[in-house]
Each structure stands twice: as C-alpha cells, then as structure tokens.
C-alpha cells in the first residue's frame, strides 16, 4: 500500500478528533474502525437489544461473537465470554464508538481530579498518582471540545469548578418534571444544583437540529442526529479534506517496527478477512482501555518480547470503571413526564472534600428507564413475576425517581489486562484477559454516595426509597474503561508521556481514556476529548513535514 503520514486505530470519541487534527493540518490518514458505518435507520427503538442488554445482541458492535475476552473472577476463575454475554466489558465498536450511543453527558474534570495524590495520598494497595498535566493545561482545550462538537447545559449552578474563559455554546435542555422536583430539595440541603451539560444539541448548532425530547436516548442512536459525538462532527470535517480516508470492518493485528525499534506501519484485518499491511510516518492507537493495551501487547519482536511499549511491565495496568451507586426513591405522586433524555440535574458538592473520602463524585438523576429496565427499580421483596409484580410495575413506574453517579475509582496496579495465553479471537489473535478487583475504598465512598442519594429523594418527598451500594467481585471496565495506558513523566510506572507519545517509541502515541492517570468523578468522554485536541496539538507543531521530530 502506498504509505501515508498517520495511521489512526479506532474511529472513536478520540480516534475521531486525532484524524481531524491531523488531516486538516495536511497531513495524510488512514482511519481503521473494526465496526461498521450505523445510522439511526440500523438501530431501530429494540427497548430489548439497545438499552445495555447484551444477551440479544449488540446494537452497536461487535457484529458476532468472533472476538471473546476471559474474566478472571476470584470467586470462580477464568471465564470465557462472549460479546453477548454479562461481564464483557464491551465498548461499542462502531464508527464515533460509543459516542454513537452513549447518554452524552460531557464533564469537565475539577483541577482536583488531575492532583489526587497530593491532595489525598495513596490508600494502603493502590496506584493513585497525580497527572502529569494539570486542569489549566486542559482548559482551552475543554473548550475546543466543548465548541466543535457542540455541548448544552449550564455550570453556573455549581462554583465547584475550575474556572472557563466561555460559557457553554448552547443553553440547557428546558427542566423537566425530575428536575423541578429535585432543584428546590437540592438547595434545602444547601447543595448546588445545575444543569448536566451534555453533548446534544438544545438548539440548532452547526447545521443540525436540536433534541426532540425522546425517552429513547442513552443506549440509542439519535434519530434526529442531535446527539453529538465523533461519528457527525470532527470524522465528516476529516473525509471533506480529501487528506482522510476512513477504512471500516478493519481489525487491527499489530504494530509494526524496523530494526531501530520505531513503528513502520499497521498490520490489519480487511473486511474481507485479508491481512494488510499499511505503511506510514505515525502510528496513534484510540481503540479504548482493553483494545488498546491488547493492540500493544500483541505487538511483539525482537525488539519488544512483551508487547511494544511495555518495557516496564506497564501496559494493560491500572484498569478502571466506573463503580455507580445511588437510590431509588418512590413517591405518592407522578414524577414522570416522559420528556427525554431524563438526566437532567446534577450536583458537585460531593466530588471532593469530605474528610475521611478519596474524593468523591456527581450525582444525578437518571436518564428514563425504559420498562423492562423496572425490574431492577422496584421495591424491596417485590415478586419478579405474576400479578404483585405487575402492580409493582402500574404503581411506581410513572412515580419514581433514581439518583446515582460514578465514584472516583481508586486505581490498582493489579487491575489490568494481560494476554490471554490459551483464548484466541476469529483471527488468530490472543484476546485480552480481565483481572483485578476494586479498590475497597471505592466501595467506602460509594457507601456514602449512595447515602446522600437517598438524602436527596427523601428531602423532594420519596417516601420510600431503595439504596445500591453493590460491591461487584470484578473490576468495572465497560463504557467508562479507562487506565490501562497511563500517562506519567516515569517511564518505569507509566506508558506515554504527558503528550501521550510512548516513552520507547517516539513515533507511536495512544491517545484515549486509557492514557487516564485516574478517571475522575464524572463520565470521562469530555476528557477523552479534550486530551485528544492536546496530544493531536503536540503532535502537529511536532510534525516536520517529512517526518516526526522527537
């Protein structure tokens, strides 16, 4: 194949951004996606298939169970999974990745969340370290971010932030039901409730419509397109220089090097099964946490034995997701308008600052639970089947109220993928093995998470409520995966350095929520955004033409 300057994997929330950077600059890309082109007319209202139920299928990808993982789970050993199966950890694989699908709340980080170690220390067994960039570093390109792929909402609620040269592009979503509840109870417990920003549009932004206000939201593509994510902004401005061209149902298999040890090129799976090799200046990896860290590992030589970039026994460690706790609360009047998305209102006060607590996190409300996803709102010894059951479902389906957020997850050097050494995928390729737990602190602040959740519901009148404060027996990696690829100015306890450019081979980046330090109390898409302007920034002013300057 005839080389080219940039070889992008993954078409994701940052593969997207990078291949727009760069091609708009001038330099030429090949964009690889595993996953096929969906639109919303592929991925009808299925309440069965789309909502985060795998069993039937994954609307968005993987396309077939060619590509299994291994869990390790301590109570029951390894397990052999199926994309179809509970405890995947799957991402979507698909063109925009999960942007295509997800919930679309776009957070910035606090400028506490890039100092956890100076602020708090590290808990007894676990890896937290500072950033190696800080919030200001990150500041003006939040903002790009936040501008070019098009964000509503409204931060003034809440002075818990770091400061913003701009307001968001758009105004908020009009409140709806959840929201005029939850805001007057908020403010009796003295917290500062605001506006979730998310990454959709409340008006016409950059010639496209804005939100109709549907239930069919998180877990859905928009059928209006007024969800923003990679797949309709930044990927369409990359093809429209002629400099990009986006190659889909293209599987990665390794990185490939020369005899000094930098990378020449990418070798990949075709659609059609062939393999392929694709020459080029640069190589950045945006497959997410587990694809990433499997894509370097299975990239050996003489070289690299152990994987490319993974001198130091780093790459793969430090896995993360989101541990989600909150309650439930009931009410004896109708909390339920049926005006999407439903998440709507968030408070921040939690997110650092309580004594005792490695941080903490936001709490929201949710967005619309569809029916079937009742059976695990309701109340306490209710029936799972029959007539009690279905009374459950008429009494509290249009009178209840969920409040939850993800908890600053406390990492370990233990949580990590690693090659799986008998399992291989469709290709041939060893697929990635899931191990470790979470942090026992996670869980403590949780707890307390979940408490204050309940607080909340009981203060806008929830006369009953049910709390969930789960301890799962595995790490949670699924659509918040982040670690794995760490950040850091050590190149023996990190992977890439501030501008995520590996630290043994100059001409090979990853840039994706794997290069997280920690992955912060919020949804870690803004972030991922965010990093992938400032590495793509780095990168650029770095690019010399004719090659990469180290």
């Known amino acids: ?202 008006v016409p932004y950059n010639g496209r419509g804005p939100c109709m206000r549907c239930r069919w939201c998180v877990g859905f593509a928009c059928e209006v397109d007024a969800k923003n994510g990679s797949q309709n902004t930044v990927i369409p401005t990359a093809l429209a220089t002629g400099n990009c061209e986006l190659r889909t149902e293209c599987m990665a298999k390794e990185i490939l090097t020369d005899d000094r040890g930098r990378a020449r090129g990418v070798a990949y799976f075709d659609a059609d099964g062939r393999l392929q090799e694709q020459p080029c200046d640069i190589v950045i990896v945006s497959a997410c946490a587990i694809e990433s860290a499997r894509l370097l590992l299975n990239s050996k030589s003489r070289l690299f034995p152990n994987g490319i970039g993974n001198r130091h026994d780093q790459v793969g460690r430090h896995l993360q997701g989101h541990h989600y706790t909150g309650a439930v609360g009931f009410f004896d009047f109708d909390t ?22 490695c941080g903490g996190g936001a709490l929201c409300n949710e967005f619309i639970r569809l029916p079937i996803q009742m059976i695990d709102r309701l109340p306490v010894n209710t029936p799972r089947w029959g007539l009690a059951h279905k009374k459950a479902m008429r009494s509290f389906y249009k009178r209840n109220i969920a ?25 041939g390729m060893q697929v990635a093995r899931i191990s470790g737990n ?50 850091g100015n050590d190149p023996q306890g990190s992977v890439v350095n501030r501008n995520c450019q590996v630290h043994d081979v100059d001409n090979l980046f990853v840039i994706d929520g794997s290069v997280h330090v920690t992955n912060g109390g919020f949804n870690p898409a803004l972030t991922i955004m965010a990093i992938a302007y400032f590495a793509s920034d780095s990168l650029v002013r770095n690019w010399n033409a004719t090659g990469f300057r180290s």
């Open 438 to 487: 979470v942090h026992p602190h996670t869980f403590e602040i949780g707890i307390v998470q979940a408490q204050r959740s309940e607080a909340w519901l009981k203060e806008a009148g929830a006369v009953s409520t049910v709390v969930n404060a789960g301890r799962p027996t595995t790490v949670s990696a699924g659509q918040h995966q982040a670690g794995t690829c760490r950040m």
């Open 403 to 427: 409040v939850m957020g993800p908890t600053q997850p406390i990492p370990m050097a233990d949580a990590r993928i690693t090659l799986d050494p008998a399992v291989r995928d469709k290709w």
């Open 1 to 202: 194949m005839k080389k080219v300057n940039a070889v992008v994997v993954g078409a994701g929330a940052a593969g997207g951004i990078v291949a727009k950077e760069l091609s708009t600059a001038g330099l030429s890309v090949v964009l690889l996606e595993r996953g096929r082109w969906y639109t919303a007319n592929d991925c009808r209202k299925d309440d069965l298939r789309n909502q985060r139920t795998t069993v039937l299928g994954n609307a968005f990808g993987p396309d077939d169970e060619g590509n299994p993982r291994v869990v390790w789970d301590p109570q029951t050993g390894p397990r052999t999974l199926l994309p179809s199966e509970g405890g995947y950890q799957n991402n979507a694989a698909c063109v925009g990745g999960g942007t295509l699908s997800y919930g679309a709340m776009a957070w910035r980080y606090m400028p506490q969340d890039f100092r956890m170690r100076s602020i708090y220390g590290a808990p007894a067994g676990s890896s937290l370290e500072d950033w190696p960039i800080t919030y200001d570093d990150l500041e003006p390109w939040y903002e790009k971010a936040e501008y070019e792929i098009g964000i509503s909402g409204d931060y003034s609620g809440s002075p818990f932030f770091g400061p913003r040269k701009r307001p968001l592009p758009m105004p908020p979503l009009a409140p709806n039901r959840e929201f005029q509840i939850l805001e007057p109870a908020a403010k009796r417990l003295g917290l500062h409730p605001f506006h979730i920003p998310m990454a959709r549009n409340s």
């Open 336 to 357: 339920y308008d049926d005006v999407g998305p439903g998440a709507s209102i968030a408070v921040a006060d939690y997110n650092h600052g309580t004594p005792g607590l």
